[in-house]
């Protein structure tokens, strides 16, 4: 059974910087967008960042120039960067993994990681 384990969540002061990680443990195939998605209470998922099989990227408005995308295909991993963090930043970050080969197509999720700015 496929399982996305994160890591690299926690506490930052405004200013500073966070690696995200997402890792794929058990057997997966034909992934097509890697891409990480972020929630706070009461709010709806909204989408952070993606990058294609073919590195093609996409980054929400709020993010753009502070945040950076990029994948391992030979480790089925996937990393955001999140630097000059803002505390409207602050959610619990999820990675997706978004398979798909011919006609079908599934999402794979991860189980979130906090990420907290403030001073």
């Known amino acids: 059974q496929v399982q996305l384990v994160e890591s690299g969540g926690g506490l930052v002061q405004p200013g500073g910087s966070l690696r995200l990680s997402c890792a794929a443990s058990g057997s997966i195939s034909n992934i097509y967008v890697m891409g990480w998605y972020r929630q706070v209470p009461g709010k709806q998922r909204e989408l952070v960042a993606h990058?294609?099989?073919?590195?093609?990227?996409y980054y929400g408005d709020s993010v753009k120039c502070r945040f950076t995308i990029s994948r391992n295909n030979a480790k089925n991993t996937v990393y955001l960067q999140m630097n000059s963090l803002k505390p409207e930043d602050t959610a619990v970050y999820y990675c997706?993994?978004?398979?798909?080969?011919?006609?079908?197509?599934?999402?794979?999720w991860g189980q979130g990681t906090q990420v907290t700015v403030s001073s």
């Open positions: 990058i294609s099989s073919g590195s093609s990227t």
């Open positions: 997706n993994f978004h398979t798909a080969q011919g006609y079908v197509q599934y999402d794979y």
